[in-house]
């Protein structure tokens, strides 16, 4: 297996990027980037942790870098000043996803939001899923199920809390945050059985882990159909099990619809747009369930991996947590939890978000970025079909924009006006400009309420007399980067009923 592997390698290589090394890129002006091996490009430099390794070699080489993945030209932006370039400057150049293999088979041939080429297609069913799920008016709606869900979630803990007993946090916050996105999207809970009896976040973990591995057909042509990590093979086969699932939801609903249901969930709208016929653009069964699956993912895997993230730093360190309970206490008291009211009152709440957020952008490369044609930016040539890598998790590290940028100060963001939107360049753990992502606001009142209420009503210690300092905080990169080791803590109730 190995030497046919080199054997292509090398023909791709004669077939293709001799002609373009020797052709007219070479005269045009590059931004500067490491040195690169024949055939590979910079693969090698990039190890388990790309954003880390791409963070180092941006110290060295500037902030808009280039670098060649295989066959295509990768541009990695890692400040500010860069980031708003790309994200907002020459946003229309740059708001197109790459080819992405995973995606032929889990997105059903990119036809989701978040890998869809550039186009009237993704600009129509981003607009149809921000107005029909995403919007204030349709958050707010959800909010009495969010309290429920958050009442289990909570009274779940106060068992434990009564034993002493130490808690898989990580698996709780998944748990909590697959049921509210199941109960939003597909109108109600699925249990884990519902999923190939693997489990619903072993298979969601699964897919965006595997999804994340370069794959090599993304990067040299031809490669796909060989398959050579069995990258695709693993897809395939978990795209398999979604699109049992999938259908399943949908023959739920179209059942459902025939005992004549009064209100709509985003799946009958989805349904609504295909069945009348008369959407402006194409959309059929697998454009339903591309969409259904893409909003599912995305909702669940990020506002928990966020919501872990403020946990364990909270825990790292205590004069932050509390100082946070302290707030808590002082506008919400003992007596009560806390309501979706009362986040927009919680002001170092949203001082501690910020600062979790800077160091741990649950997506720290983005989403790649492709760009639509040839384009000069700060007088460097980049080629049409580059892949834009915006790196956050590095900006956030910026000197030049951060002081003592490796230590976690929420009081850094004391009278500052810089917040998540997209406006600030030094932050933008959710992107920016037309790629930035659509569920924000939604991913935010999630994770402030499920960090406000595990603060307010739970005390938390490691187990095994481990101190806050010892708790490791390495990364498993992912499309969602989460923590390597679960999170386990002890809660103790701490409200007066
Ligand atoms: C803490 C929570 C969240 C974070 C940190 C987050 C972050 C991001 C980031 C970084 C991107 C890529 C932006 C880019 O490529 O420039 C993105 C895209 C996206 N996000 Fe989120 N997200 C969160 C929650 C959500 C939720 C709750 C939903 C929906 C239920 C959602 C749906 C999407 C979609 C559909 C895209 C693709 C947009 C496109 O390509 O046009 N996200 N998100």
Redesign the pocket.
Known sequence: MAWISIAVLILIAFVYLLPQLLSSNKKKKLPPGPRGLPIIGHFHLLGKNPHQDLYRIAKKHGPIMHMRLGYVPAIVVSSPDAAELF?KTYDHVFCS?PHHESSKYVGYEQK?????KYGPY?RNI?KH?TLE??SNLKINQFQAMRRTEVELLVSSLIGASKIGETVDVSTKIASLSADI?CL??FGKKYEDTDLDGKGFKAVVKEAVQVAAIPNLGDYFPYLGVLDLQGLTGKMKALAKVFDGFLEKIIEDHVQYKEDYKQTKDFVDTMMAIMESGDASFEFDRSHVKAVLL???I??MD??A??VEWVLSELIKHPEVMKKLQKELDAVIGLDRMVEESDLDNLEYLNMVIKET?RLH???PL????KSMEDCVVDGYHLPKASRII?N?WAIGRDPNVWAEAEKFQPERFLGSDIDLRGRNYQL?????????????Q???V??RLLVAQLVHCFDWELPNGMLPSDLDMAEYFGLVTTRAENLMAIPTYRLHK
């Open positions: 994200l996803r989701n939001i978040t890998f869809g993704w981003r899923c799920l995403l996105t939003m999207v893409d909003i599912f995305t909702g990020t506002s991996a966020a957020f952008p649950v997506a983005l989403l790649p970025h915006v956050t933008i753990p959710f992107g920016s400009g037309r790629r930035g992502c659509p569920g924000l939604l991913g935010m999630v994770v």
